[in-house]
DNA sequence: ATAGATGATGAAACCCGTTTCATATCAAGC
DNA sequence: GCTTGATATGAAACGGGTTTCATCATCTAT
């Protein structure tokens, strides 16, 4: 393989000045510029990328770290970062942790070694105080309703979502509202609980532990949802779903459960997936590709910025 | 930042003793092994992964090339492969195509540079002849129906597919079938065309060109797809859809284009992706994941290797 | 007792760029 | 004629590892 003192000594120029053209650094007389780029053309030069990244310090590499790839609201976040990563010649280091605590330290010990330039963090495990010791060695934004200093981030108001669409379920008279999530312990659980919890006190309803709804996130969970219904000798009338996957599980699965929606239960899901359009789920709409493009943006950038974006409730069929 | 030499001086040793500690190579006394690590620990050492890199000409970094993230197929394909990449120690940089040619490029420039390991290629719009010419600088395997010299690959035979649920439709009285793709002249479009034309001839049916509808890949295609079905007047009785996303379209629309699945129109999917069996998907079942560990198995091995995969046709409700 | 294998160690070469710094030339301004 | 600033160029330092090679000390088998 050609290098950059062969290349020198073809062209009869100095490394320095072969590296000025690679770079398009100013102050190479055009008589030298040819002769280096002739050079390049006849031997097929190109840098080893491996010595530019130790030499600059810097890899133009970006960390992602996501727990599935196969859901479309990581899918659909990750297109947002990827089609902004192209943008800005960035290129993107996937990290598909099933929110397994190493992969995500992996990205971080990366990041550390210099192989990321920063690392954005779409849902996580790891505790925020660890996150923190890292952000001395690049930047590191999550994709979570946070105002940290540390951090920058982007997010919804996951209170306000949920305090929009229980009180549209509300006002379609329902009165019985229960709620299916993933995680329990998820970084936005807290936030969900409140809303929910002040919505009930707003409205003088009762709280029913059983009208929480875990580990709902793929259509086929959706199953589970029903079969704990099932179970309850007052089911709620209304569910707000915080996946459309599970949403339009519902739907899908509503008939073999004996179960008209929205009659006997109405569903409000999030996110207008795709699959929400086609079961006509009524839903609310996160801009989840914006938001990906700014999580680019924000990695790149050296200020901290806090990014909220608004949500829209999209009415359909299915309350 | 400390680095090796740093850490060689603070234990009393050389960077190449420092070197062989990190590596875990032998001829290390214990005495000195000790004193490295504890260099380390006190230093909190991590190696400069950038000038790793260089010294050894190669990165454990793994380029995939995929249109898309959005989609069931590639994303299961995708699992397959980060999984056995976790496991071999490799990591992956991401290469959402959009079937866009300076995409494919850019995989393939960062493997000349050393930057990639090695490239798997999960659907491509550049000539076979282009990814020749990058044998060269690393493994370059395919996750398609194709035995070359030059490259490992993965698949399922298409024609085997095509021809088994074309026969069943057939064993179930169908005569007037069609079928859906994506691309008219992706990789596997002349297989399929070849299957199905020999199935015509086999049963002397007549060839109808109409039959054919492409642009279908996602679950809104299956709109489209109802559409162009309402202009024929005679449409066929049976879809093989090549991609159950569409299929689900189809049969999650078929009432409100006043089709009945399966007694107006049967269809049978392809992937057995979970949506399939949410909505009760006949469909032949493709081990996405295993293909991908086996891809992620064949960047890494210096043989050549061309590994079939079987698929299953599984019988639900829709034929 | 001795050849030959095995263990232990460090100097130096190597991987391959970028960037700083010193130096030189030339033209414009006074 | 002289200072000053812009242009042009290359030597050398720097980023930070790995690996080869030479050397020396032990140990084992004959």
Redesign the interface.
């Known amino acids: 393989m050609t290098n950059i003192k062969d290349l020198a000594k073809r062209a009869g120029v100095s490394v320095t000045t072969v590296s000025r053209v690679l770079n398009q650094h100013p102050y190479v007389s055009e008589a030298k510029r040819i002769k280096v780029e002739r050079a390049i053309e006849e031997t097929g030069y190109?840098?080893?990328?491996?010595?530019v990244?130790?030499s600059k310090?810097k890899?133009n590499?970006i960390g992602v770290v996501l727990p599935f790839?196969?859901h479309?609201y990581f899918?659909?976040v990750?297109?947002g970062i990827?089609e902004q990563a192209?943008e800005k010649g960035q290129?993107?280091?996937?990290f598909?942790t099933n929110y397994e605590i190493e992969?995500e330290q992996?990205a971080l010990?990366?990041l550390?070694?210099?192989?990321l330039d920063g690392v954005i963090i779409c849902s996580r495990v790891l505790p925020l105080s660890v996150l923190e010791d890292y952000v001395q060695y690049g930047p590191i934004v999550l994709l979570e309703q946070r105002q940290s200093e540390q951090f920058s981030s982007v997010f919804v108001d996951h209170k306000e979502i949920f305090t929009r669409a229980l009180e549209y379920l509300y006002k379609q008279g329902h009165r019985d509202i229960g709620y299916t999530i993933y995680r329990r312990n998820g970084t936005h659980s807290n936030v969900r609980d409140e809303a929910y919890r002040a919505f009930l006190e707003r409205h003088q309803l009762s709280f029913n532990p059983d009208y929480c709804f875990d580990g709902a996130l793929?259509?086929?969970d959706s199953k589970a949802v029903f079969e704990k219904l099932k179970t309850l000798n007052r089911p709620p009338t209304a569910l707000l779903v915080t996946s459309d996957q599970v949403a339009a599980?519902l739907v899908?699965?509503a008939e073999a459960f004996n179960v008209s929606v929205p009659k006997t239960c109405a569903v409000i899901g999030l996110n207008d997936e795709?699959?929400a359009?086609?079961?006509n789920l009524t839903t609310v709409r996160i801009p989840l590709k914006a938001m990906g493009e700014k999580l680019l943006d924000q990695v790149l950038s050296s200020e901290r910025e806090h990014a909220s974006f608004d949500v829209i409730l999209i009415e359909r069929q299915t309350v």
């Open positions: 190109l840098q080893n990328i491996n010595a990244h130790l310090g890899t590499l790839l196969d479309p899918a659909q990750l297109i990827s192209k290129t993107l280091v996937l598909p992969k992996q010990r990366m550390r070694q210099k192989q793929y259509l086929e599980g899908i699965h795709p699959i359009k086609a079961v």
